[in-house]
């Protein structure tokens, strides 16, 4: 199992937004093949979220990957999510994790 961990910062009064975007793009990354997407809120700071996706391999995520960054809808779902939050200030942590048990 290979997963990918982002962690976002995103205004408390932005969230219902968030989500609605985050749910279409998580539709888009399981059609072109992510086995999962979970996505978390820190329960002490409501402006840290954190989103994990897992893939068979770090091929596979790759293929992912590739894919999704080509598909149009999620163009323009990336720019959604920038006019959302302000990119400089809340800019996105991306840590890749190895299963190990």
């Known amino acids: 199992m290979f997963i990918v961990v982002y962690h976002y910062k995103v205004p408390p009064e932005k969230a219902r937004e ?11 990354c399981l059609e072109h093949g992510c086995l999962g997407i ?13 989103e994990i996706e897992r893939f068979r391999d770090e091929e596979h995520y790759l ?22 939050i302000d990119v400089e200030r809340c800019e996105a ?7 190990m048990l």
Do not use: C, Q
């Open 18 to 28: 968030y989500v609605l975007l985050e749910r279409r793009a998580m539709e888009i």
């Open 93 to 99: 942590e991306k840590r890749i994790y190895l299963r």
């Open 63 to 84: 293929e992912v990957r590739e894919a999704v960054e080509g598909d149009e809808r999620m163009k323009r779902l990336y720019e959604e999510f920038t006019n959302l």
């Open 38 to 50: 979970e996505l978390y809120r820190d329960a002490k700071d409501p402006s840290h979220w954190m």
